[in-house]
């Protein structure tokens, strides 16, 4: 199965991002072997620094560094892909400044809901930074659930249990990007919390 001929944006509505950055995962996966998914921010500006665009895309490489640094024996990308565990983005666009508006998230939420829908067997999903725990507890209103993960600051409501359509919630800091390699104290907290839910899937 592969997402790409499952899910996409016909129409782009939303403004203020980039939509020549577009991506959505294409890639082969079996849905029933996917135990954990990863949800990081949007779609990187360059094509090539995806997670699906090759063992030297940024994506993978910082993936990587924060899988290794949680312990993980893993030496490659594929090497993650294969614990069964699946990345994307809450927005499929790219950015064009620092942050993203509210209703973008909302918007592309549409899309995360119908990816999400891929795969049954999910046990674990890590919310890698604000956008996506926005864009999950938006899919989670929309079917009046509720948020997923409250208000607050994400320091504070690490290490606590979430619950999202039967699986685990770990709110969690980006990966990738430039911030990523910079605030230590962070590379830290997502090791812990990629440990967390590497250790729920086993």
């Not at 939509?19 to 135990?35: C, E, G, M, R, T």
């Not at 993203?100 to 119908?114: D, F, P, T, V």
């Not at 604000?130 to 409250?150: C, L």
Request: aromatic share 10%; hydrophobic share 40%.
């Amino acid at each position: 199965m592969n997402p790409k001929d499952s899910v996409g944006c016909l129409d782009f509505p939303c403004q203020d991002v980039n939509h020549a950055a577009y991506l959505v995962p294409n890639f082969d996966f079996n849905p029933d072997k996917v135990s954990m998914m990863v949800i990081s921010e949007a779609a990187p500006e360059k094509a090539e620094d995806y997670y699906y665009a090759g063992e030297n895309a940024s994506y993978r490489q910082t993936t990587l560094q924060a899988f290794q640094s949680a312990g993980a024996q893993v030496r490659t990308f594929s090497d993650i892909l294969e614990l069964g565990i699946y990345f994307t983005t809450a927005v499929k666009c790219g950015k064009t400044g620092y942050g993203i508006k509210a209703g973008i998230i909302q918007e592309c939420s549409n899309l995360l809901e119908k990816e999400l829908a891929l795969f049954p067997n999910v046990q674990a999903y890590l919310l890698m930074g604000d956008v996506a725990i926005k864009a999950v507890n938006a899919i989670a209103r929309k079917a009046g659930e509720g948020r997923v993960i409250p208000a607050g600051s994400t320091y504070k409501l690490r290490g606590q249990t979430y619950a999202f359509r039967g699986a685990r919630a770990f709110p969690s800091y980006l990966q990738v990007g430039p911030s990523f390699g910079i605030e230590k104290s962070k590379q830290r907290m997502i090791a812990e919390d990629i440990r967390m839910a590497l250790d729920l899937i086993r």
